[in-house]
């Protein structure tokens, strides 16, 4: 069965960075493209960022260009999304979700403010 974990969340100041990960088990990890998506208290999904199986790819929500990088580390089944410059606006609980949207992780909650 698959199974993904997010972890690294945590709070932060505006302007700080932190990085989450994702541990991926159960399917074959290194043939599926990934995605990151977070959800802001009282609002809906919110696609962040996805990334092909081979890490050839990768693509960014508008406002988080230039601040989030994704990446992947298909040896360890790992998912990343490391942000940067991170926005009182960034706060939400962050997804990781296989690429075809059957699997999710449970989330990890962010939370930027002062």
């Known amino acids: 069965e698959a199974q993904l974990v997010e972890s690294g969340g945590g709070l932060v100041q505006p302007g700080g960075s932190l990085r989450l990960s994702c541990a991926a088990s159960g399917f074959s990890f290194s043939t599926y493209s990934m995605t990151w998506v977070r959800q802001a208290p009282g609002k809906g999904l919110e696609w962040v ?30 998912l ?3 942000m940067n410059s991170l926005r009182p606006d960034d706060t939400a609980v962050y997804y990781c979700a ?12 962010v939370t930027v403010s002062s």
């Open 49 to 78: 960022s996805s990334i092909s199986s081979e890490s050839s790819v990768s693509n960014y929500a508008d406002s988080m260009k230039g601040r989030f990088t994704i990446s992947r580390d298909n040896a360890k089944n790992r």
């Open 98 to 109: 296989h690429g075809s949207g059957d699997y999710w992780g449970k989330g990890t909650l």
């Open 80 to 82: 990343y999304l490391q």
